[in-house]
T-cell receptor
Framework: GAGVSQTPSNKVTEKGKYVELRCDPISGHTALYWYRQSLGQGPEFLIYFQGTGAADDSGLPNDRFFAVRPEGSVSTLKIQRTERGDSAVYLC???????????????????FGAGSRLTVL | AQSVTQLDSHVSVSEGTPVLLRCNYSSSYSPSLFWYVQHPNKGLQFLLKYTSAATLVKGINGFEAEFKKSETSFHLTKPSAHMSDAAEYFCVVSAASGSARQLTFGSGTQLTVLP
C-alpha cells in the first residue's frame, strides 16, 4: 500500500484480556518497528524486525508483550493479560533496506502508521 | 547512551511570525538527528534529517534546522508560521551505527499558531 496501515485504530478492552494489534508496512520495506506512545510523551521503542526475525526486542517491557512477523511483511503485536498501564497509542513504522555503509547516511527515515489506541479498563 | 531534551513543552506564535522549537541532544557518538511532526489523529511525519553533510538542513513545508556541535543543539525554525503548522514536533537522536533501534525521541513540543 501507499503507507503503513495499522488496525484496529481504536481498541478498548478489559484488564486481563488478550489483545492483538496489526501492522501492514510499506511494500518493500524490510525493516519494521513498534513504538509505544503514552499521553504527553514521545514514542518509546519496543521492538525492531529486519525481515522475519526480531533484530532487537530490548524495548519490550515484560514477557506479556510479544511480536511476530512470520512472512517478513505484516507484523502483529500481542499483549497478554493486559493491564491498565498498557493503555497507550502503539505505533508501527517501516523503513527501506539499508543502502551503502551504515555510517554513510545515518539512520534510515521511518514512515509511521497512524497508530492503534489501546485503552484497558 | 543518547538522549534528547526539548526545552519547551508548548510554544505559541502568531500566524506569519517566526517559529523556533528548541532541542538539545546528548550522544556518545556522532549522531543522526531528526525532526518529526505529529498532527492530530495522524501518523508521525518526517520533517528533516541531519547526518554530517551540512550543518543547516532544509526540510519540508519551509522548516529548517541547524546542527551546532559546540552547543549540542538542533533547533527547528521556520520564518513564517502557517495555521497548518499547528501540531506536535519531536526531536529525535540516533547513534552513528545507524540502527533505528537506537532512535530516541524527545518528549515533544506542542506548537499553537494563533490567527
Amino acid at each position: 500500500g501507499a503507507g503503513v496501515s495499522q488496525t484496529p485504530s481504536n481498541k478498548v478492552t478489559e484488564k486481563g484480556k488478550y489483545v492483538e494489534l496489526r501492522c501492514d508496512p510499506i511494500s518493500g520495506h524490510t525493516a519494521l518497528y513498534w513504538y509505544r506512545q503514552s499521553l504527553g510523551q514521545g514514542p518509546e521503542f519496543l521492538i525492531y524486525f529486519q525481515g522475519t526475525g526480531a533484530a532487537d526486542d530490548s524495548g519490550l517491557p515484560n514477557d506479556r508483550f510479544f511480536a511476530v512477523r512470520p512472512e517478513g511483511s505484516v507484523s502483529t503485536l500481542k499483549i497478554q493479560r493486559t493491564e491498565r498501564g498498557d493503555s497507550a497509542v502503539y505505533l508501527c513504522a517501516s523503513s527501506p533496506p539499508p543502502t551503502g555503509h551504515p555510517l554513510a547516511g545515518g539512520a534510515n527515515v521511518l514512515t509511521f502508521g497512524a497508530g492503534s489506541r489501546l485503552t484497558v479498563l | 547512551a543518547q538522549s534528547v531534551t526539548q526545552l519547551d513543552s508548548h510554544v505559541s506564535v502568531s500566524e506569519g511570525t517566526p517559529v523556533l522549537l528548541r532541542c538539545n541532544y546528548s550522544s556518545s557518538y556522532s549522531p543522526s538527528l531528526f525532526w518529526y511532526v505529529q498532527h492530530p489523529n495522524k501518523g508521525l511525519q518526517f520533517l528533516l534529517k541531519y547526518t554530517s553533510a551540512a550543518t543547516l538542513v532544509k526540510g519540508i513545508n519551509g522548516f529548517e534546522a541547524e546542527f551546532k556541535k559546540s552547543e549540542t543543539s538542533f533547533h527547528l525554525t521556520k520564518p513564517s508560521a502557517h495555521m497548518s503548522d499547528a501540531a506536535e514536533y519531536f526531536c529525535v537522536v540516533s547513534a552513528a551505527s545507524g540502527s533505528a533501534r537506537q532512535l530516541t525521541f524527545g518528549s515533544g513540543t506542542q506548537l499553537t499558531v494563533l490567527p
